[in-house]
Each structure stands twice: as C-alpha cells, then as structure tokens.
C-alpha cells in the first residue's frame, strides 16, 4: 500500500521532475499568494496571469515553444500591464483595481486575437493550460531560479510588506519606499506567475498562490504560523495532484488545484478561526 503513494516518484523520472518543478513553485509563489490575500489582492492576481497571455502568444509565433521566448514574453506582457495600471492610478482619478481590470480585459482580447490568428495551435494550447508532467531539465533550472530570486527579493521587501498589510497609509505618509515595495511586489507576482504557467498554465497558476493561504487563514492567526502552514498544504496539494493524476490520468494542473480547493471546502466548514462550525458554536455560546 505505501508503495502505491511512492512508486510513482521513486520509477518515473517524469513524475519525480513534476514533484520537484512543484514543490519549486510553491516555495517561491504560495509566500507571494500569503501577502496577496493579506492586502486583499486575490483577483490582482487572477488579472495578472491573464494579463501575461499576448505576451506569451507574441512569444509563440516569433520564437515557438523557445523556452526563454516564452518567459520573457509573459514577464514583459505582465509587467506592462502592472506598469500601465500603476502610472494610471497615480496620475488620474482611476482607481487601481478599474484600470488593472481595463488593461487585463484588453491584455486578454489581445491575446485571444492573437492565438486565433494561428491556425495550429495545439502546442500553445498546451503551454497556456500546462503539463507539469513534461518539464525536463532546463524547466527545471528556470523554475529553480525564479523561486531563489523571488525568495531573495521578498526578504527585501519583507518589512515594508508586513507595514502595508497593517497600515497602508503610514507606509505612504512615513517612508519613501511605499511605491517601490508595491511595484517590487507586482514584481515578484508577475515572475512567479511566469514560472506558474510553464507548468500548471496561466489559468491554473494563480490556484497555486491563493488557495493554501486561503485556507491557512481559517486556521492560524500570526503570519509565521500562516506562511508555514500555507507551504505545507501546497507541497500536500501538489502532492496528491500529481498522484492522482498518475492514477486517474487527470489533467496534472487541475488535479493540483482542485485538491487545494478539496482543502479550502473543508476548512470553511471546520476551520477554527472563522470555520462554518466555529461561528455557530460561538453564535450559540454568546446567546446562550
């Protein structure tokens, strides 16, 4: 019976490079998720990873399935868009979440228009949903960097970021690094959605970030305790994806997302800062 959960890792090479490609991602994008649901930026997130499909689609007629024209494509099309939607907020009367939301339905159409251009689109339809199945070494190497780098920058910003989920306003009022922690934090969204989508595809790769803290949320209360927890359930999450994607033959990148979303049902019944089951008994406790 144990072997049934570690045979699949320890004789397929395929799955052991999905694992690991996996268990890369989480470290360096479910940190970025905890901080996005902090500050109430979960459908930022969502826009995001939309936003970085013309680029990729550009990418795809100029260079193929090349795997640095595909990267630098999404991360020049992601960060235009946050670009774009900062200098918007600041120099006209357009809130953020508006102009983030013109520019990623306009980024989406682009990108839409520009794959119904190419009559085979097979392969890119494959990049764009992705198959964490086929990463080969190289992926690998790519998503290894993309986690060491972001972990380094988010160490950077780290404070200003705790600050802003706290007190937006004093960061604005009392230090000059208010607008630089918040683009470094488009930042870091848009590269670990770059790495997201070369395996789980730019509409599977936000699930990865927001899901874990969205459940750790109903469980702990200090940040500690909230990206640990977070990072635990994505490594069990991509885990039990991946196993049964082998067993099954599911999609790999659904099967991911959607044991995070079996986690996430679970902890708003029975969670116990904020759970279904938790709110009654207190409601019950305080009339009776």
């Excluded at 998720?33 to 689609?57: C, E, K, N």
């Excluded at 029975?270 to 009776?288: A, C, M, W």
Aim: aromatic share 12%; proline share 3%; net charge positive.
């Amino acid at each position: 019976m144990t072997l049934e959960f570690v045979a699949p890792f320890s004789e397929y090479r395929f799955m052991s490079r999905a694992l690991v490609g996996c268990l890369a991602m989480c470290v360096g994008a479910i940190p970025v998720g905890v901080f996005m649901t902090l500050r109430r930026m979960s459908l930022t997130g969502d826009a995001m990873a939309h936003a970085i499909l013309p680029g990729v689609a550009i990418a795809y007629l100029f260079s193929g399935l090349s795997l640095f024209g595909l990267t630098l494509g999404g991360m020049c099309a992601g960060l235009l868009v946050a670009l774009a939607a900062g200098w918007v907020t600041r120099n006209t009367h357009i809130k953020e979440d508006t102009s983030l939301g013109a520019f990623y339905l306009i980024s989406l159409a682009l990108g839409v228009l520009i794959i119904s251009v190419k009559k085979s689109n097979v392969d890119l339809f494959h990049v764009l949903f992705g198959n964490v199945l086929a990463l080969d070494r190289d992926m690998l190497l790519l998503l290894g960097t993309i986690c060491s780098s972001s972990l380094l920058l988010l160490a950077l910003l780290y404070r200003p970021l705790v600050i802003e989920c706290v007190d937006p306003q004093f960061l604005k009022m009392r230090s000059v690094f208010g607008a630089f922690s918040h683009f470094g934090f488009l930042f870091l969204m848009v590269i670990n959605l770059v790495a997201g989508f070369h395996a789980l595809g730019t509409l599977m790769a936000v699930g990865l970030m927001i899901l874990p803290s969205a459940v750790s949320r109903l469980w702990v209360e200090t940040l500690e305790a909230h990206l640990l927890l977070s990072l635990l359930l994505g490594f069990v999450g991509c885990y039990c994806g991946l196993l049964f994607s082998f067993y099954w033959d599911f999609p790999s990148g659904p099967a991911i997302v959607l044991c995070l979303g079996v986690f996430y049902v679970i902890s708003l019944l029975v969670g116990k800062k904020g759970g279904y089951i938790s709110k009654i008994t207190q409601n019950k406790h305080y009339t009776g």
